[in-house]
């Protein structure tokens, strides 16, 4: 049996700061993009953390080839759920992040037949219908927060391409609870593993609103496994409830934590990555220019290079974790049982040898190659990869296309990320504004919408 993790022997892990737990919690969840980067100069490429709730002690490798050894390693050893249970009361016992092993095997053989090649296919006209609709709506010459609008976009998006639910009054029912879900303070997740908590202020009330989304969601399970029309649905929920491997099926239950599991890494992290675009894009007039022809031409290539190195300039999630159920050894550091060890996507993303200039917004490092491998991780890596990556991408450049066939972006002065929750998003809200593109331009982009169809 693997020590607990607050008994682990210092002097068998690298150097960190000696502050109390609480203090190196709140560096670490809220103060994250100066904390991070200051222990990496302090201690170097490896460097432990101890944190809250376990309280549990966290290695951050920073290197590419420590960060290999992380997703190399042997899942029944570097367990990812057991890593991740910080979420268990919002995601459930079953969701994909959470579980280990043979269920985590199940799992995500269950959930693959319906973010594969044909359904993708499907999910992409979706989701251009629900941007291409959110986009009518901009005013040219309104300044506006871009965080907020991609944050309702892509909420739209998992109603209407996840989860299925068309119905108005459900979907006037929904958006509030997953708002709520989604925009929760890190204290609730904290608070999480002390159930006295459950029953007062903050913690009540969010464990009110997972009870009423919960509802919610058990209902359209429910009525969507009865619905005539089951066989024919698009949507990601009726495609998990088709799933049939040799008899062993979705439970509602395991439906439910899937969905919200979806819900909760698909949302906020592909707005919060699609603002930083628009930001980065709308800062140069040689950027806005590039990205309006890609959108004209029919680029795609182009559009999710700017979302990736959006993604790489602004990791939205700090770092990838792993507790070790075994003694295992990362990037030639051997370490006991019960430590957690972390890839950390910040530092990862700003190394110098990976990313040449990594401080410049740089799309052209995703065409015609990619990065050094284990240098750009927002999808994590290895047999834990996120099993939604290629939706992601492929919402993403749905969405620009819509945007930069409609307008010209031009971003409102600088950002900088804050935390929210277990992300980080723009503080100021990635302000823009647009301008109607000029008749000559806006003809040519017509015109190629006309062939393409």
Same mark, same amino acid.
């Given at each position: 049996m693997a020590p607990?993790?607050?008994?682990?022997?210092?002097?068998?892990?690298?150097?960190?700061?000696?502050?109390?737990r609480l203090v190196q919690s709140v560096g670490l969840l809220r103060f994250r993009h100066r904390f991070v980067p200051w222990l990496h100069r302090r201690?170097?490429?490896?460097?432990?953390?101890r944190i809250l709730p376990s309280p549990r002690a966290t290695v951050l490798f920073t290197r590419p080839d420590a960060?290999?050894?992380?997703?190399?390693?042997?899942?029944?050893?570097?367990?990812?759920?057991?890593?991740?249970?910080?979420?268990?009361?919002?995601?459930?016992?079953?969701?994909?992040?959470?579980?280990?092993?043979?269920?985590?095997?199940?799992?995500?053989?269950?959930?693959?037949?319906?973010?594969?090649?044909?359904?993708?296919?499907?999910?992409?006209?979706?989701?251009?219908?629900?941007?291409?609709?959110?986009?009518?709506?901009?005013?040219?010459?309104?300044?506006f927060r871009s965080l907020d609008r991609m944050n309702a976009l892509t909420l739209e998006v998992i109603l209407r391409v996840v989860f299925g639910v068309t119905d108005e009054a459900r979907l006037e029912r929904l958006r509030p609870l997953v708002n709520a879900t989604v925009?929760?303070?890190?204290?609730?997740?904290?608070? +999480?593993?002390?159930?006295? @908590?459950?029953? #007062? %202020?903050?913690?009540?009330?969010?464990? &009110?609103?997972? *009870?009423?989304?919960? =509802?919610?969601?058990?209902?359209?399970?429910r009525e969507r496994r009865a619905s005539p029309d089951l066989a024919t649905r698009p949507d990601v929920l009726s495609q998990l409830i088709r799933v049939d491997d040799g008899g062993d099926r979705l439970s509602d239950a395991e439906l439910r934590d899937q969905l919200v599991t979806l819900l909760l890494a698909g949302?906020?992290?592909?707005?919060? +990555?699609?603002?930083?675009? @628009?930001?980065? #894009? %709308?800062?140069?007039?040689?950027?806005? &220019?590039?990205? *309006?022809?890609?959108? =004209?031409?029919?680029?795609d290539a182009w559009l999710e290079a700017v979302l990736k190195e959006s993604m790489r300039l602004h990791p939205v999630i700090p770092m990838v974790v792993r507790t070790l159920k075994a003694p295992a050894t990362v990037g030639g550091v051997a370490l006991p049982a019960g430590a957690t060890v972390a890839a950390s996507i910040l530092v990862a993303h700003a190394?110098?040898?990976?990313?040449?200039?990594?401080?410049v917004f740089r799309p052209e490092r995703f065409l015609g190659a990619s990065p050094?491998?284990?240098?750009?991780?927002?999808?994590?890596?290895?047999?834990?990869?996120?099993?939604?990556?290629?939706?992601?991408?492929?919402?993403?450049?749905?969405?620009?296309?819509?945007?930069?066939?409609?307008?010209?972006?031009?971003?409102?002065?600088?950002?900088?990320?804050?935390?929210?929750?277990?992300?980080?998003?723009?503080?100021?809200?990635?302000?823009?504004?647009v301008s109607r593109l000029p008749r000559a331009l806006a003809l040519q982009v017509a015109e190629h919408a006309d062939a393409a169809e």
């Amino acid at each position: 049996m693997a020590p607990r993790p607050d008994r682990l022997d210092p002097a068998l892990l690298p150097p960190g700061p000696r502050w109390p737990r609480l203090v190196q919690s709140v560096g670490l969840l809220r103060f994250r993009h100066r904390f991070v980067p200051w222990l990496h100069r302090r201690y170097g490429d490896v460097f432990t953390v101890r944190i809250l709730p376990s309280p549990r002690a966290t290695v951050l490798f920073t290197r590419p080839d420590a960060i290999r050894d992380i997703f190399a390693g042997d899942p029944e050893v570097f367990h990812a759920g057991e890593a991740n249970s910080i979420l268990g009361p919002v995601m459930g016992p079953h969701s994909l992040l959470l579980v280990d092993g043979a269920e985590h095997k199940r799992a995500r053989r269950l959930l693959m037949p319906a973010f594969s090649g044909r359904p993708m296919r499907g999910y992409e006209g979706l989701v251009t219908d629900v941007a291409r609709a959110e986009v009518a709506g901009w005013h040219p010459g309104v300044e506006f927060r871009s965080l907020d609008r991609m944050n309702a976009l892509t909420l739209e998006v998992i109603l209407r391409v996840v989860f299925g639910v068309t119905d108005e009054a459900r979907l006037e029912r929904l958006r509030p609870l997953v708002n709520a879900t989604v925009d929760v303070n890190p204290a609730v997740l904290l608070g +999480a593993a002390f159930p006295p @908590l459950r029953r #007062v %202020g903050m913690w009540r009330r969010a464990a &009110e609103t997972i *009870r009423e989304l919960d =509802a919610v969601i058990h209902t359209e399970i429910r009525e969507r496994r009865a619905s005539p029309d089951l066989a024919t649905r698009p949507d990601v929920l009726s495609q998990l409830i088709r799933v049939d491997d040799g008899g062993d099926r979705l439970s509602d239950a395991e439906l439910r934590d899937q969905l919200v599991t979806l819900l909760l890494a698909g949302h906020e992290t592909t707005a919060t +990555a699609l603002a930083w675009a @628009l930001h980065e #894009v %709308g800062r140069s007039v040689e950027q806005r &220019e590039r990205a *309006r022809a890609a959108a =004209a031409a029919g680029d795609d290539a182009w559009l999710e290079a700017v979302l990736k190195e959006s993604m790489r300039l602004h990791p939205v999630i700090p770092m990838v974790v792993r507790t070790l159920k075994a003694p295992a050894t990362v990037g030639g550091v051997a370490l006991p049982a019960g430590a957690t060890v972390a890839a950390s996507i910040l530092v990862a993303h700003a190394r110098p040898e990976s990313h040449p200039e990594p401080e410049v917004f740089r799309p052209e490092r995703f065409l015609g190659a990619s990065p050094p491998p284990n240098s750009w991780l927002p999808f994590g890596g290895g047999v834990r990869r996120c099993i939604g990556a290629g939706f992601s991408l492929m919402e993403g450049v749905a969405v620009l296309r819509e945007v930069f066939t409609a307008f010209d972006v031009e971003a409102v002065g600088d950002d900088e990320p804050r935390v929210r929750n277990i992300t980080s998003v723009p503080r100021r809200g990635s302000r823009v504004v647009v301008s109607r593109l000029p008749r000559a331009l806006a003809l040519q982009v017509a015109e190629h919408a006309d062939a393409a169809e």
